[in-house]
């Protein structure tokens, strides 16, 4: 069904408003020629939008729009797409913006819902939200839309969605009469109508937590949870922190990789192979060829001067290589050598063979693209090295492949025997930018995808990642025009079509605009990982600069990724430190492969901006702003992401219940019993290292003292009821310390429904909070709900204020859990709007 895509037709339903001749059925035509042959809003209006309604029910899956043939000040910036079965209840589905020229540009539209359904639509709701031109008013020239049209297939999605809208409902139901304790009209809906709220172990830790505060067997049936994988989700979409280590091997004769940036690099998974070539050292290019085995922990080099080799590439730095698992080979692609010195490197804008200051020379003619036919062709700098001989063969490129490029990317998709370069600069001429190419294995024969400055605009220095599960490409940041990029699109290999997923990935919480970043995948976990990286000015370098973005969803959610000495130095005490944190300093044109089986990552090299004394710009004897040194790297290291763990999960569960159960003994058991339990049965649960958690635990002494005598009337530690007199006699010791550092507030990670605040004006009034409680207790027994009463006959009826606490802290479990194993996450009483007509 997902591959599945044909044209969907519509008429125009309504509109905001519309300009004179510039009718809303206007898109319809997609005529680029005609300046009249599109929709224009009216000015003044303060919301703009353009209603379509389909022929016939589909799933949309893509919307396009067309565009003139020159670019338009009236052209749409920023919109939204809304869709919807009626034009009263619509979904937005689509924000991103336009761009200022004649390409046209297709959107991909989500039509599954966070939870993975599958939805129809009637309806199209496309709502402008500003122009190129703010002195003119939005058009949009031409529409078209693709999706699933076939009657059958729709239908049983529609069938489908509306039962999982049904079954949505009763779950929110369900929710909302058991959080108000009615749980006899929510035993009698679960019962009469099949709908299961959640995973049956769920359902009895709700049992056990609220309703009836077994407390052990609630703490049991956390182990059982998450033996079950209910803390899986939770789990691997948790903030990961970076574990670096350094790797100081080397060769037999003791020897590493010189220092560079600019080099490449690959790796070969199942054999446990990282090979290295080439890159710039500051004063030349390098030839040098490495392996690492990632087993026997050994550098070997393989030639020193591949120049000498038959066959072999000669110096150079900006090239690319990748490992193919099929053929057990290396191919490798691009250049910038000695030789490109007649062009002037600094012409180039090669980050990594000229300082920063060259950064920002660049040439006019560099967005001129020549035909095919008119351009040159120098000699072929595309290689194979056969990794079992040892041997190189040199390659030829087509007129339909690239040219002598740098700072170009290249992906391996193996299964298929393809290569994938996108981007970079030719080495000759005016460093014209380079397209979207594909190189046959088998075939060897190049193919021309997309030309440069076609969906996906050209740039050089930028990251590809190859999806091999969806067989796409995420492109995006690298640099254009003296410009750093924030951009992402995802290229679908199979319909040949590229979606632009980010216009600016920073303004949606993810990387400043960057140039020679480097970026990993991880398929399994659907994860791209990015390190390092030029930033803004072109000669800093971001203080956070590794980030992890996941793309399960669209269009998916960028992290930060801290490294874990640097997390502990904002939640650990200083002293419990270890003297100096480990990992690796800020770079860029460094290099980096990745491991999906181990799950770690390698960098090595690159290039390191030096700091000056101060932190201001220093001028120089010339008046000019001297830029800061740089240095070139050698250095390797690997990076593995620690995550929360299934043992830390049951720790916090555990801890959440304790914490419960402590306070209701305060009002239930004597001060001495309730007081060694949160010294022993609480405190080995807690984080003591963990500033917040400790605080939050100091101030659950809030709950004693407000329901006991003075604390000099306890007995002493010798009488406490203990089960083992020796090992844990209460610490009365303990308590000053406790006393002077207690957090009058209550407690942060579980509220309790103003029951302190009560409790406070009932002492201050003279009466006792037990005797409050007591009094609440006739209360409720009044309103007792049959099925409690069933299940506790002879009990005393819990309090409404436990009742909350114990649902709270049930809630609190709850976000560790599966969505699809518990209970709809919103409330019911978010579902209605404030001016829902009754």
Sequence with gaps: MENSSDAIEYTVHECSSYGAHFYPENILVDDPSNFKSRWTTEPFEPVHWILLRLNKLSILKTITFGKYRIANPCNMKDFKVYVGMTPENMTEVLHSSLKNDTIRESFSIRHHNSTGHCFPTRFIKIEPLSVHNQSYTSSIWHVSLTGIINEALVEKVKIDYEQFQETRVMQHILKHLRQRR???????????????????????????????????????????????????????????????????????????????????????????????????????????????????????????????????????????????????????????????????????????????????????????????????????????????????????????????????????????????????????????????????????????????????????????????????????????????????????????????????????????????????????????????????????????????????????????????????????????????SVSPSSRFAHQVVYDPHSKTLYLHGGTMIMDFDSTKPREGSDGQIEEPPIKRLSDFWKMTLRRLSSRELIRQSVYLIRQQRFKEMCETQAPVQSLFYLQNQVSEVVNHEDPSEAQLFRSLLTYLLTNSSPITDLPSAAEAPTSNQSDQAVRVD????????????????????????????????????????????????????????????????????????????FEAILIFVADDAKQPARSLLDLVDVDADF
């Design 182 to 580: 009615l749980l006899t009209p929510y035993n009698s809906i679960l019962t009469q109508s099949g709908v299961r709220l959640e995973h049956p172990l769920i359902t009895e830790l709700y049992e056990s937590v609220v309703l009836t505060g077994n407390w052990d067997k609630a703490e049991s049936l956390i182990h059982d949870i998450t033996k079950a994988g209910l803390f899986d989700q939770y789990l691997k979409s948790s903030h990961p922190r970076a574990v670096w280590q350094e790797i100081n091997d080397t060769d037999a004769n003791g020897d590493i990789p010189s220092v560079r940036g600019g080099h490449a690099m690959c790796i070969d998974t199942q054999g446990a192979y990282i090979y290295l070539f080439g890159g710039w050292d500051g004063q030349k290019s390098l030839d040098d060829f490495w392996r690492y085995d990632i087993k026997e922990q050994r550098w070997t080099v393989l030639s020193t001067n591949t120049s000498l080799e038959p066959n072999a590439p000669g110096p150079r730095s900006c090239h690319q290589i990748v490992y193919d698992s099929k053929t057990d080979s290396i191919y490798a692609l691009g250049r910038l050598d000695d030789l490109d010195k007649s062009t002037s490197r600094a012409q180039s804008g090669n980050s990594e063979t000229t300082g920063p200051s060259d950064l920002t020379q660049r040439t006019e003619a560099a967005d001129e693209t020549p035909t095919m036919s008119s351009r040159p062709m120098p000699s072929s700098e595309f290689h194979r090295y056969h990794c079992k001989s040892n041997k190189w063969e040199h390659l030829d490129i087509d007129v339909n492949g690239p040219r002598t490029i740098f700072e170009h990317q290249m992906v391996m998709d193996s299964k298929a025997q393809i290569l994938y370069v996108f981007g970079g600069r030719a080495a000759e001429k005016n460093f014209h930018f380079s397209g979207l190419h594909s190189y046959d294995v088998r075939m060897k024969k190049w193919n021309l995808l997309q030309a440069p400055d076609s969906a996906i605009p050209s740039r050089f220095g930028h990251s590809m990642i190859f999806e091999p599960n969806t067989r796409q490409l995420f492109i995006f940041a690298g640099e254009r025009e003296a410009k750093y990029l924030s951009d992402m699109y995802i290229y679908d290999i199979a319909t040949n079509t590229a979606t632009e997923v980010f216009s600016d990935f920073t303004s949606s919480g993810g990387p400043q605009p960057c140039f020679t970043q480097r970026a990993v995948i991880d398929p399994a976990l659907q994860e791209i990982y990015i390190f390092g990286g030029l930033i803004h000015d072109r000669v800093t370098l971001s203080e956070s600069s590794n980030w992890l973005y996941r793309y399960s969803s669209r269009p998916g959610k960028w992290k930060k990724i801290h490294a874990l000495e640097e997390h502990r130095k904002h939640h650990v005490a200083a002293s419990s430190l270890p003297p100096a």
């Design 734 to 809: 303990y308590l000053p310390s406790m006393i002077s550092t207690v957090n009058t507030n209550p407690p942060v990670r579980i509220d309790p429904p103003d029951l302190l605040q009560r409790r406070a004006t009932n002492d201050s009034s003279g009466r006792s909070s037990k005797s409050s409680s007591q009094s609440q207790l006739k209360s409720d027994q009044t309103s007792q709900d049959p099925y409690e009463r069933k299940l506790h006959p002879t009990e005393e009826y819990l309090s409404q204020e436990f009742f909350a606490q114990r649902t709270k802290t």
